[in-house]
């Protein structure tokens, strides 16, 4: 068998998995701190978070729920040590795979949202 | 015949050999998904009701209750009290308990001097102002906090290292909670109106 050919395939295979496996952890990531959407207990109880770590110099951060595209509310820090951490029980009950995480840390990231997993929005 | 099916398996080989390796790489990342960072992962000690405040509208008063994370971080989280539960108060107002989880404002007060969130309601009749809660928690370091909104200044009670106010969301135009420190200094945290939009933009 050819080993050139053989070198492509395994270069294909590699990024294959890491886009699927990208994709999978897509609803949270680290882009210089963590941030994203953050599942409770299971994926379908209705009890998640929009969630930013603090670092990277950040101070104003917000950390915003959506469902349905329709924002539910939000929680802001202004100081660098705080975790962001908006949890969706405080705002009420909601289908979680319809949810949405929208993070703002102008320090770190441009702003951008993260969907649930299973998303059913 | 032969090369065909030993393409194949190589391919199939590569395949998988591909996915573990870049599993490998980005490993930890769905692992927070479901558990979160331990920095605000309740210890399983409970939480304590540090403080509270009257609610503007007349209905159950507001709350903060602090628990300790994992990682040792101090975690204040705001909601409401009923009869010395910790919950929310929907808006039949009925009062729904809340259990402990991962949904504190969590901070390292050895090295931070205090944990700031703002809680932000959106407003339930469109012509109104939405709700902000103003909370969290300070290191022995601060001796003081003024509230600054954009109808006026006033001080701001601490009480078992916990603070709380709550006013609408307008007020919240150029406010700032000013901390005092033991050595005399002080420090201007700027607060905000939410800048969320009501709705995301199509497709996300």
Do not use: K
């Not at chain 1, 994203?36 to 930013?52: L, P, Y």
């Not at chain 1, 705002?91 to 993070?103: I, K, L, M, P, Y």
């Not at chain 2, 504190?104 to 969130?117: K, V």
Request: neutral net charge; aromatic residues 8%.
């Amino acid at each position: 068998m050819p080993r050139g050919l053989v070198l492509l395939a395994l270069v294909c295979a590699f990024s294959f998995g890491a886009i699927v496996r990208v994709a999978l952890a897509d609803n949270y990531h680290t882009a210089c701190v963590g941030h994203g959407f953050v599942s409770g207990a299971s994926q379908s109880d209705g009890s998640f978070f929009s969630r930013i770590e603090p670092g990277c110099g950040s101070t104003y951060r917000e950390c915003s729920i959506y469902v349905y595209g329709s924002y539910v509310g939000s929680q802001s820090v202004g100081d660098t040590g705080t975790s962001c951490n908006s949890w969706s029980r405080d705002f009420g009950n909601f289908t979680e795979c319809a949810s949405s995480a929208r993070v703002y840390d102008p320090a770190a990231f441009s702003t951008h949202y993260h969907n649930a997993p299973g998303w059913c929005g | 015949m032969r090369r065909r099916l030993g393409l194949a398996a190589a391919v199939l080989v590569a395949v998988v050999a591909g996915v573990g390796s870049a599993s490998a790489l980005v490993g930890n990342t769905g692992r927070e998904t479901l558990d979160g960072p331990q920095a605000v992962q309740p210890d399983g000690q409970g939480a304590s009701l540090a403080t509270s405040a009257a609610d503007p509208g007349g209905r159950q008063p507001w709350a903060v209750r602090v628990y300790r994370s994992q990682a040792g971080l101090t975690c204040p989280e705001a909601g409401r009290t009923q009869g010395g539960d910790f919950g929310r108060v929907d808006a039949d107002g009925r009062f729904q308990p809340l259990d402990i989880q991962a949904a504190g404002s969590c901070a390292d007060l050895s090295e931070a001097p205090l944990s700031l969130a703002v809680n932000h309601f959106p407003a339930r009749d469109p012509a109104g102002s939405g709700r902000a809660v103003i909370f969290g928690v300070v290191s022995p370091r601060i001796t003081g906090l003024t509230l600054s909104l954009a109808g006026g200044r006033r001080p701001l009670a601490v009480n078992r290292g916990a603070f709380l106010a709550v006013t609408d969301e307008d007020q919240l135009q150029g406010a700032s909670l000013d901390a005092t420190f033991a050595d005399g200094s002080t420090t201007s945290y700027p607060l905000r109106p939410s800048a969320a939009p009501a709705t995301a933009p199509a497709g996300e």
